[in-house]
T-cell receptor, first 109, second 113 residues
Framework: DQQVKQNSPSLSVQEGRISILNCDYTNSMFDYFLWYKKYPAEGPTFLISISSIKDKNEDGRFTVFLNKSAKHLSLHIVPSQPGDSAVYFCAASARKLTFGQGTILTVHP | KAGVTQTPRYLIKTRGQQVTLSCSPISGHRSVSWYQQTPGQGLQFLFEYFSETQRNKGNFPGRFSGRQFSNSRSEMNVSTLELGDSALYLC????????????FGPGTRLTVL
């Protein structure tokens, strides 16, 4: 039972354009959401988070949007850079973290 | 500040054997969580330890166990290995709670033959 789903296994974007990564969840008890980025042969690194009491959080080129009624969150990267190419995981917290399956983002120069 | 370290980085075992993986958290971090990453499954939560006590547990069989020492270092043990246990095992540490930012180690790649 996947409580956190990233339905797009991969996304390809041109450098300078916007990357939008999506995540859906089913558990209403989740109260905190996070995005992690993972390069090959490294552990995931924290990118940005959002509490369930907010609907938007910005940090530089990264913005996370939360739509609680739709149980949907998204990560926007603007502008996308080749160094952003990695696997992106969304995660949701209700005393423990539940991760999605990940989306491979490729940013072409 | 040193990051989370995991040893060994790579491990090859055969079915039926047991294995112990080690994780040293960031200095001052008291919460250590373990995850299993397999292709197509994302990261699946195994368990979390805080102050030497298991605080949360995921949906894994009893063959998977762990412990935490007084210096916050943690070990994970898998007994009676199965082929399906082949995965990347990641350890993450945070200050106090799972909701605090988790810092991940590079992982231990376990291959079961």
């Amino acid at each position: 039972d996947q409580q956190v789903k990233q339905n797009s296994p991969s996304l390809s974007v041109q450098e300078g354009r916007i990357s939008i990564l999506n995540c859906d969840y089913t558990n209403s008890m989740f109260d905190y959401f996070l995005w992690y980025k993972k390069y090959p042969a490294e552990g995931p690194t924290f990118l940005i988070s959002i509490s369930s009491i907010k609907d938007k959080n910005e940090d530089g080129r990264f913005t996370v949007f939360l739509n609680k009624s739709a149980k949907h969150l998204s990560l926007h990267i603007v502008p996308s850079q080749p160094g952003d190419s990695a696997v992106y995981f969304c995660a949701a917290s209700a005393r423990k973290l539940t991760f999605g399956q990940g989306t491979i983002l490729t940013v072409h120069p | 500040k040193a990051g989370v370290t995991q040893t060994p980085r790579y491990l090859i075992k055969t079915r039926g054997q047991q294995v112990t993986l080690s994780c040293s958290p960031i200095s001052g971090h008291r919460s250590v969580s373990w995850y299993q990453q397999t292709p197509g499954q994302g990261l699946q939560f195994l368990f979390e330890y805080f102050s030497e006590t298991q605080r949360n547990k995921g949906n894994f069989p009893g063959r998977f166990s762990g412990r935490q020492f007084s210096n916050s270092r943690s070990e994970m043990n898998v007994s009676t290995l199965e082929l399906g246990d082949s995965a990347l095992y990641l350890c993450a540490s945070s200050l106090r709670q799972v909701e605090d930012t988790q810092y991940f180690g590079p992982g231990t790649r376990l291959t079961v033959l």
